[in-house]
């Protein structure tokens, strides 16, 4: 299925026509599957292209919300909103490219599908390098659009699972003290329970069941499991200078930025 965006200055409407597909090889629209609560957010500036991709894409069993300027979708509070956008490159006011660069400032970056009738090399280049799913070029193809749907949707559920992932040790991480969340960045260092009972000025049975609590809590039964989850979340192992200078309850604090951040950074998973 093709859909044929025609120039707007010759009051250009969407047609949709069926697309040939090779014996044997089923048709796109026919393995399409849609995750929940996922939206495709359509921007145009063509009153008539924007009705018409918006009955297709709605016709392949997605949810649509339709803009006609970059301004519009900007102004509208849909953070929490999964899903998409479908942005055409050129249009008055905030062009495509503008936009993209505004969504990926913000606390939340959808992927995003161009269309175009642009062929300019590098500003395809740019606009995926950004990380943008694809660049259609019009007349847009209907199965490419779709193809390209699908990707986000896979993507989208991919960031998901990593956000339910950082989510979860992050939770584990508020369960520790202050004085397990300091004990905490010295085991993932390496250092034995007497070595850190040395640094913070306590016994060595102390530090022990520091550790056996910590190791409780965030749910491993090694070191190296608690390393790789430390690593994830953004905590790095406490140094010299870190040993001198920190309390527990700052190294609190610190975990708590740290985590925000790598949830933060977790949204532009592609």
Known sequence: MNIFVKPSSSSALLRETPSFCAPGVP???????????????????DAGVLKSLARFVRAAGYTVRTFSSAD???ALDCAEDAGCIVLD??????????????LCKGELERSIIFKS???????????????????LIKPVDGNALLAALAIAGERQTKLHQRQAELAEIKHKLAQLT????????????GRLNKQI????????????VHRGRIMEKMAVRSIAELVRLTEQIGITPCEQ???????GQ?????IGCRSNRIARDALQVA
Not at 27 to 45: Q, S, Y
Not at 94 to 102: K, P, S, T, W
Not at 118 to 130: E, Q, S, Y
Not at 197 to 208: F, Q
């Open 27 to 45: 048709h796109i629209t026919a393995r399409l599957t849609v995750e929940r609560d996922f939206t495709v957010f359509i921007v145009d500036d």
């Open 72 to 74: 519009e979708l900007l």
């Open 89 to 102: 490159l050129l249009m008055p006011g905030i062009d495509g490219r503008e936009l993209q660069a505004a």
């Open 117 to 135: 009738g642009t062929t300019d090399a590098p500003t395809i280049v740019d606009a995926m390098k950004a990380g943008a799913i694809d660049f």
């Open 178 to 189: 202050p004085r397990e969340a300091e004990v905490l960045r010295h085991v993932i260092a």
């Open 197 to 208: 009972a040395w640094a913070l000025g306590t016994v060595e049975k102390t530090i022990k």
């Open 241 to 247: 200078e870190e040993r001198d200078n920190k309390d």
């Open 250 to 254: 700052s190294l609190v604090v610190d």
